[in-house]
């Protein structure tokens, strides 16, 4: 359940952003999705990395990593992950913006005398 409530929060953060710049919502939610279960499936990696490198191969059997602390600590990895592409989205559509909003080079060696 908790799952499908963060599909959605996902979903509504990166539309509104889409829409408010005139991007492709379908585009940036997608992105969203990939960049939550992206950063989760990083996190899982490395947690997994760190258990060999530090127990050995044989920590890696068993069950140990089967609780509901793991799985909170993955969705918060996912969660940051997210807010963290959506914010480097955000400062490159608003430079974006800046940038079009900046006079063009038609406008190079025309007077404004008239």
Known sequence: ???????????????????EYDKNKWTYFFIGVIAY???????????????????????????SYINPGWNI??????????YGVFKLLENKVQKERAMAKKEGIESIGVSDEN
């Open 37 to 63: 279960y992206g950063s989760t499936a990083i996190a899982g990696f490395v947690v997994g990395l760190f258990s060999v490198f530090i127990n050995g191969i044989d920590s890696t059997e068993g069950e």
């Open 1 to 19: 359940m908790i799952g499908i409530l963060l599909i959605y929060w996902i979903w509504k953060a990166y539309t509104n952003l889409a829409i």
């Open 73 to 82: 600590f993955f969705v918060l990895c996912g969660a940051l992950g997210c």
